[in-house]
């Protein structure tokens, strides 16, 4: 699997220093968590502190928006750096229309998937995506436990993908670590996001060895 840290636990006084400390442990991109206080009860970042990271790194910005209306910020996150945007497709923004919006602007782009939403609510979508986010905790927090019935999701949406013949690539998202990250690789996830188990890591390096090797 490949890996995606979460900076949602990070040190933001120390942000530059973290980002380096990502990179330095062989994490192939970074995921950002964006909360808006609405659709999840807890406020992040946005757009201008993304903009300040930017020139600090060559990684992939895989950009997480927990967001009530994503379609209203699609433009002023591309133009900060996000490489992907990824949003709920719980959210109140039309769908179709802001999977367009994001691909018109020459993004990738994801939907997520609560943890009490089911595989078949992005079926209609799948053809367009480059990702899907299976929660393993309900959004808004990090250092939750995982929650290992979302397992046949994943599955569920693996087998959806190869039938299609797609190259839609799998993340899961919350409480994903040594422990639980092989049941991740089992079900068909192709990348973890890894928040706390990273940063309280002894040895964050080997942590991502370990994923790499599932
Ligand atoms: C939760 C966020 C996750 C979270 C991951 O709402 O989307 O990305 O921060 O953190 P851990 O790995 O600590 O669960
Ligand atoms: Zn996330």
């Known amino acids: 699997m490949l890996i995606s ?10 942000l530059a220093k973290e980002l380096a400390f990502v990179e330095s442990t062989g994490a192939d991109m970074v995921h950002l968590d964006v909360m808006d206080g609405v659709f999840v009860p807890n406020l992040s970042f946005g757009p201008p502190v993304i903009a300040r990271m930017r020139p600090l790194t060559t990684m992939f910005f ?9 379609d209203r910020l699609v433009k002023a996150f591309t133009d900060a750096g996000a490489d992907l945007i990824n949003f709920h497709v719980e959210s109140a923004s039309p769908v ?3 999977i367009a919006a994001i691909k018109a602007l020459g993004k990738q782009v994801a939907l997520t998937l609560k943890p009490k939403t089911p595989a078949e609510a992005v079926f209609p979508y799948l053809d367009e995506l480059d ?15 995982f929650m290992a019935d979302q397992m046949p999701k994943v599955e569920a949406l693996r087998k959806e993908i190869d039938r299609r013949g797609l190259s ?16 991740c690789a089992a079900a068909g996830a192709d990348i973890a996001v890894v928040g706390s188990a990273l940063f309280n890591a002894e040895d964050p390096r080997a942590l991502v060895e370990e994923i790499h090797a599932l």
């Open 131 to 145: 990702m899907v986010l299976v929660m393993t905790v309900e959004p808004g927090f990090g250092g939750q436990k």
């Open 62 to 70: 895989d950009v997480h928006l927990m967001m009530e209306y994503p």
């Open 96 to 98: 179709a229309e802001t």
């Open 5 to 14: 840290p979460s900076i949602l636990t990070c040190d933001f006084a120390h």
């Open 168 to 183: 839609v690539k799998i993340q899961v998202d919350g409480g994903v670590a040594s422990a639980t990250a092989p049941a």
